[in-house]
């Protein structure tokens, strides 16, 4: 599995933004699909994730409440929104993928087996 992430960029605070990630090379379909971020000098973090069929979600204490998580399944695409943007948004944000669903419990970055490249995300201040 392959992950492509997209969609970062220089937001003002108070703003949204939209991330895509698509999978390729094999089909995630059965799979949790996630996000985790990391800031400079920090570990990276959980952010939310969404089981394979888009019926639960689960999202992280900093984002809890102005984030949203969807998939596409005909496309193999996981997409992440945050509103609100504030400063400490500021990181470099990774998809990633599990063939396990207990996603509530899978906030660990060892828990995750496929990983994206990364995009970057600037809030201004």
């Known amino acids: 599995v392959q992950l492509q992430a997209s969609g970062g960029g220089l937001v003002q605070t108070g703003g949204s933004l939209r991330l895509s990630c698509a999978a390729s090379g094999r089909t995630v379909s059965s799979h949790a699909l996630g996000w985790f971020r990391q800031a400079p000098g920090k570990e990276r973090m959980f952010v939310a994730a969404i089981n394979w069929n888009g019926r639960s979600t689960y999202f992280g204490v900093s984002v809890e409440g102005r984030a949203s998580i969807s998939r596409d399944v005909t496309k193999d695409t996981v997409f992440l929104q945050i509103d609100s943007l504030k400063p400490e948004d500021t990181a470099t944000y990774y998809c990633?993928?599990?063939?396990?669903?207990?996603?509530?419990?899978?906030?660990?970055?060892?828990?995750?087996?496929?990983w994206g490249q990364g995009t970057l995300v600037t809030v201004s201040s």
């Open positions: 990633a993928a599990s063939d396990k669903n207990t996603i509530a419990t899978m906030t660990r970055v060892n828990q995750w087996q496929y």
